[in-house]
């Protein structure tokens, strides 16, 4: 009977380590491209004869400098002309602002574009062939949708055998897994998209339901109506919105809700953690600023995508920068200054941070300027300091951080708990239900990672990690593989948000940073938190749908092309 019991606590544990391993695994086996090489059809140089063929691996510099890996002596040739990379295991070709330029099946080359088996590039005097094995589309894995259920399921065996679930809990939990079973199941056999975001945040979700059951019945069986109103909204968004860039045409009706959301949860907001963060609607609250942060990605990609050019180069000289003009740079500041502006009047200073470093890292991925990175920091460190003298809440959070155990009968009670119960967890945890989460205030918001490192412990910490960096890893991928500035730019800044997010809380339960009021992506309790980031996630799975079919239609279009030569 030990043997049963023990089973059951630690299956939870089993399957995360399960899951992760089957990503990786499924990863390691999908679309591989082996020994792809250029093929010399014709020479402008003795040197390099006719025939000759350079492996490409995972990508190459054409140039007439000796020191690229394809190096084509023409003087007709840049120094460094052109350069294939191997992205999201297909090769792409880029010309490198060459003098002469660089075709490719006769057309010139002006943005990236797809290599096929069997691509010709002229560079100068030469022609180049490209030589790339078939390939194989990955097998539909028929495993990682199955792990939400799974994960439900041993952990509802194991919360009714503790008596912590009556039979109407276990019905919502049965169709809370049946539904994101079903939804990992339609994204994987999808013909396009990237279906490892549904079975990431799937399984995310269900450890997310069996801890906030684990702790309180009355907050699981309501968490569970979210996952539902949030996987709806996500599909919803990809059954009605025909084409993410329709987003760009409303971008400034996005950022006008943004302010009068901000606005609102000033005037009539309801006070809680000691920021005025919830507008309430009868028995209904919710958090404006979590759909706040979305709204504002999608202007900050629009607006950033129109004047990028401009914000780049700049055209007012300051010293030896050159700065854009206020018509251009004023908008973007004056917004995204007042939204900061707002956060702070509700003393909402945790999505204050999380907004404010979004918005730097989509600067400067506009911009690929450093030094709006340095004017942010700048910026961020005597704002952090007014902020500390402003609001007490601010001092007391900043001294429990220096030394909770000189407040142990205060705020730095939380914190001291929580370290405790990570600690205590070691290595495998102490297993489901067995550890202490009513010693911990607001555990199944804040400190939901607290918990998972009692129960689970380290290797379950890992886990959890493992499964939020490949979350946020696909998101960039998606952004690097997006076809269009605005797409890239939205992708960007949501994966931002989920990333940034996640390292300030998690920082903050574990004292390595002043611990912050926001909750934890899919994994804490939280209406407002759940169904604002699978409004995130919609439109981050739609940017990877559009993705995949500009790329089959350009590969289309290209073998055309070669069937008319």
């Known amino acids: 009977m030990i043997w049963v019991v023990i089973a059951l606590k630690y299956l939870i544990l089993l399957l995360i380590c399960l ?21 010399v059809l014709r020479s402008a140089s003795a040197a390099v004869p006719e025939g000759k063929r350079w492996v490409i691996d995972k990508g190459v510099v054409l140039g007439r400098s000796s020191e690229c890996a394809v190096s084509l002596p023409d003087p007709y040739v840049s120094n460094r002309h052109a350069r294939i990379i191997l992205q999201d295991n297909r090769y792409y070709v880029t010309d490198m602002g060459s003098t002469n330029g660089t075709l490719l099946e006769n057309h010139p080359l002006t943005t990236p574009q797809i290599l096929r088996n069997g691509s010709q590039l ?3 005097g030469f022609t180049l062939k490209a030589e790339l094995p078939e390939q194989s589309k990955a097998d539909r894995s028929f495993l990682l949708p199955l792990f939400p259920g799974l994960i439900l399921g041993a952990g509802s065996l194991e919360l009714y055998r503790e008596q912590l679930l009556g039979v109407q809990d276990i019905t919502l939990l049965a169709v809370a897994a049946l539904l994101l079973v079903v939804s990992s199941f339609i994204a994987e056999y999808k013909e396009k998209g990237a279906p490892l975001l549904i079975h990431l945040v799937g399984v995310l979700s269900a450890l997310g339901l069996v801890f906030i059951y684990r702790v309180d019945p009355y907050y ?11 996987y709806s909204l996500f599909w919803l968004i990809q059954i009605f919105l025909s084409e993410y860039r329709r987003l760009l045409d409303y971008k400034y009706i996005f950022m006008v809700l943004s302010i009068v959301f901000l606005v609102f949860t000033i005037v009539f907001g309801v006070e809680a953690g000691g920021a005025n963060r919830w507008l309430s609607l009868g028995s209904f609250r919710f958090q404006a600023s979590e759909f706040v942060k979305i709204f504002m990605v999608i202007f900050l990609a629009g607006y950033l995508e129109e004047n990028k050019e401009i914000l780049r180069v700049g055209t007012l000289k300051f010293g030896r920068f050159y700065l854009p003009d206020w018509p251009y740079l004023g908008p973007l500041l004056v917004i995204c200054g007042f939204s900061l502006l ?14 404010f470093a979004t918005f730097l890292v989509m600067v400067y ?4 300027r450093s030094y709006f990175l340095l004017l942010g920091l700048g910026l961020f460190s005597v704002g952090a ?3 500390y003298y402003i609001f007490p809440h601010v001092q007391s959070r900043m001294l429990i951080y220096m030394d ?6 205060g705020g730095g009670y939380q914190v001291i708990q929580s370290l405790f119960a990570i600690s205590g967890g070691g290595i495998f ?9 009513k010693l911990i205030p607001a555990v199944h918001t804040d400190f939901i990672f607290s918990l998972i490192g009692e129960e689970l412990g380290l290797l379950g910490v890992l886990g959890i990690l493992g499964i939020y960096y490949l979350l946020i890893w696909k998101g960039f991928q998606i952004s690097l593989n997006a076809h269009d500035g605005f797409g890239a730019l939205l992708a960007c800044g949501f994966s931002s948000i989920l990333a940034l997010q996640t390292l300030i809380i998690i920082g903050g339960v574990i004292s390595v940073i002043p611990l912050t009021g926001i909750p934890l992506p899919f994994l804490s309790y939280g209406g407002s938190s759940f169904v604002s980031n699978c409004f995130l996630m919609g439109i981050l799975y739609k940017v990877s749908v559009e993705s995949e079919r500009d790329i089959d239609e350009q590969e289309a279009s290209m073998r055309a092309v070669m069937m008319d030569r």
């Open 19 to 39: 899951f992760v391993m089957v990503v990786f695994v499924n990863s390691r086996t999908g679309d591989k491209i082996n020994k792809a090489a250029l093929l």
């Open 365 to 368: 991925i506009a911009t690929e």
């Open 342 to 355: 707002l956060l702070v009047f509700q003393k909402d200073l945790g999505m204050a941070l999380l907004f």
């Open 220 to 230: 699981g069986s309501r968490q569970v109506y979210w996952v539902m109103a949030g």
């Open 404 to 409: 909770p155990w000189q407040q142990l009968d």
């Open 122 to 124: 002229q560079i100068g």
């Open 429 to 437: 945890g102490q297993g489901l239900g067995s550890g202490f989460p």
């Open 385 to 387: 300091v007014l902020m």
